[in-house]
């Protein structure tokens, strides 16, 4: 899991003139920290050291250190609001989290062993990614950064589904809990398909090499 940390200030200005100033001066990020047995705590964040932290993967599926003016906050992001068309977030929910209490977060699936993935390179499939991330309960200590979809093996016409995941010690997935139905596929491999052009301009080669022939 890797170690983020970041430095807040209490928010104290708020409402919507307050969060329009704020985006004007274009230096911080509007935030909150809610959830356990402490009230919500507006705060804002460094712009530049926020911005850096969002450009990793992981930083959206680990533990988070903010420090709120001395103060030690652990927890998890919840959700960015963006601006409909400027490059920028607006706001950011963080949710607290508890040692003693599990937690359930999307983490993202990474797929490996394409290049030798049975199904592509001997049988000439197509591999088709069908999930990009999942969703899994588990306490803090154990939650990892991502998940493996070890591909090597699959071959031409087969699935792999949740249920097919190597799960680390204390994690579940969600989605299980609810039943055999939604084991749902996360990755694939078909045959290629051919379009009606391409049927059409092999029948066109193979009628002139036979006029050629005549």
Same mark, same amino acid.
């Given at each position: ?10 928010? @104290? ?50 533990? $988070? ?62 591999? @088709? ?31 792999? @589904? ?23 596929? $996360? ?28």
């Amino acid at each position: 899991m890797s170690d983020y940390k970041l430095t807040a200030n209490v928010r @104290h200005d708020l409402g919507k003139g307050a969060s329009r100033r704020l985006r004007r001066a274009n230096e911080q990020v509007a935030a909150i920290i809610y959830g356990g047995e402490k009230t919500p705590q507006p705060i804002t964040l460094d712009k530049a050291a926020f911005y850096k932290a969002i450009e990793d993967e992981a930083f959206f599926s680990s533990i $988070i250190n903010i420090d709120v003016e001395g103060s030690n906050e652990q927890v998890v992001i919840r959700d960015l609001q963006r601006h409909p068309y400027k490059a920028l977030v607006t706001h950011a929910d963080f949710l607290r989290v508890d040692a003693t209490h599990e937690m359930t977060l999307h983490v993202p699936l990474h797929v490996v062993g394409e290049d030798k993935c049975k199904g592509v390179k001997d049988e000439g499939g197509v591999l @088709h990614v069908l999930a990009t991330d999942v969703e899994i309960s588990c306490l803090p200590k154990n939650l990892p950064e991502y998940l493996e979809v070890d591909v090597t093996d699959l071959e031409l016409g087969s699935t792999l @589904h949740l249920s097919d995941l190597k799960l680390p010690e204390g994690v579940t997935l969600v989605a299980l809990t609810h039943g055999e139905d939604h084991d749902a596929g $996360i990755v694939s491999v078909t045959r290629p398909t051919v379009s009606a052009s391409d049927t059409d301009e092999e029948g066109t080669e193979s009628g002139e090499e036979e006029g050629s022939a005549e």
